[in-house]
Each structure stands twice: as C-alpha cells, then as structure tokens.
C-alpha cells in the first residue's frame, strides 16, 4: 500500500475502477510538488488579470473623445448622445406601456370606497349597522349592508353597475354609493 510520507517522488499508476470498465489514472504528489503548482496557477492567475486591466485602459483610452482630434471628438461626443437619446427614449416607451397596462388593469380594482354607519332598531344605539359600498372606477362592484340587532346580525350584499343596482337599496346603501362616487373615502354617519 502507498502512503505519501513514505516516498517523496510522484508516483503516476493505472488502477480499474470497480464501477467502471475504463481505467483511470491516479495521480500522487508530494506536498512539495502541489506547493509549486498551485504558486503557478496563482502566478497565471494575477498575469491575466493584469492583462486583461491592461486591455481595458488602451480600450478606454481609444474611446476617450478628449483624445480625438477636433472634429472626431464633436462627432465622437454627438453619436454618443444619439445613443444615449435612443436608449432614453426606448425606456419611456416601454415605462408608456407599463402604465397603460397597470391603468387597464386598476380599472377592475376597488377604487371608491363609501361607508355608512347608522342605527337599524330605535332601540339599539352606537351606530353598529353599516352600508358599505366597494366600486371600481367604471362604479361596478357591491355594496355590503350589515344590520345588527340584539340578537342576530344580518348581512346582505347586492351587486352594484355603474353606481345603481337592479336590487332594491336602502337610503343607506344610495347613500354609501354616492360617498363612495363622489371622492375620497370616509365614513358618515346617517342621521
């Protein structure tokens, strides 16, 4: 059997492989051996990048528009521009069309929001029935109404298009529909 500590030379042999029918070479090194080969391939290493740095400064020297002649360096500076137009102007196009689709897209989302709270029984106070209307901005969508009594609470939902509903609404839900067309969100209290 080998061991490495007992023989310093590299010692390169055939061994079959148990899953494979094909040989395979192993490789054995001395410490010192892998020592030098991996200051070597540390050594090409930082040659390459030196090089390839270097590449980059004669690159960027050329492309300098200071460097150039006069007339060179207007058109140099002028094409660059054009470029930079371009790109700018292909951005704005594809922003446009971003915001075209989020605006198509908005126009199916709850936008107005009205709610009413009021009392349902002249024997209950504090207000906790309400009328809630949820439209988007074509003034589609449901108002919700939620009449609470001592014993049981009732909800009833109706479907709302273009700010009226084929159902039967209370002055509650007219009420919670118009809040919720005519602007910001905010809760009213019916009297």
């Given at each position: 059997m080998?061991?490495p500590?007992?023989?310093p030379?590299?010692r390169?042999g055939i061994?079959?492989?148990e899953?494979?029918r094909?040989?395979?070479?192993a490789?054995r090194?001395?410490d010192?051996?892998?020592s030098?080969?991996v200051?070597i391939s540390l050594g090409?290493?930082?040659?390459a990048?030196?090089l390839?740095?270097l590449r980059?400064?004669?690159?960027?020297r050329v492309?300098?528009?200071?460097?150039?002649p006069?007339?060179?360096?207007?058109?140099?500076?002028v094409?660059?521009?054009?470029?930079?137009?371009?790109?700018?102007?292909?951005a704005?196009?594809?922003?446009?069309?971003?915001?075209r689709?989020?605006?198509e897209?908005l126009?199916?989302a709850v936008?107005?929001?009205?709610?009413?709270?009021?009392?349902?029984?002249e024997?209950?106070?504090g207000?906790?029935?309400?009328?809630?209307?949820?439209?988007?901005?074509r003034?589609?969508?449901?108002v919700?109404t939620?009449?609470?009594?001592?014993?049981?609470?009732?909800c009833y939902?109706?479907?709302?298009e273009?700010?009226?509903?084929?159902?039967?609404?209370?002055?509650?839900?007219?009420?919670a529909?118009r809040?919720?067309m005519?602007g910001p969100?905010?809760?009213?209290?019916?009297?």
């Amino acid at each position: 059997m080998y061991t490495p500590a007992a023989s310093p030379t590299v010692r390169i042999g055939i061994v079959r492989n148990e899953v494979s029918r094909f040989p395979t070479i192993a490789m054995r090194f001395t410490d010192t051996a892998l020592s030098v080969l991996v200051l070597i391939s540390l050594g090409l290493s930082v040659l390459a990048v030196l090089l390839l740095l270097l590449r980059m400064l004669r690159d960027r020297r050329v492309r300098d528009p200071a460097d150039l002649p006069p007339g060179e360096r207007l058109e140099a500076l002028v094409t660059a521009h054009a470029r930079s137009i371009r790109r700018l102007e292909a951005a704005v196009r594809q922003l446009a069309m971003g915001e075209r689709r989020l605006g198509e897209f908005l126009e199916g989302a709850v936008q107005h929001v009205g709610v009413v709270r009021f009392d349902a029984f002249e024997d209950m106070g504090g207000r906790l029935s309400f009328s809630a209307a949820l439209l988007d901005g074509r003034g589609d969508g449901v108002v919700i109404t939620s009449i609470n009594g001592r014993q049981d609470t009732r909800c009833y939902a109706k479907r709302v298009e273009n700010g009226t509903s084929i159902h039967n609404l209370s002055d509650e839900e007219e009420q919670a529909i118009r809040e919720a067309m005519g602007g910001p969100s905010r809760i009213v209290e019916a009297s």
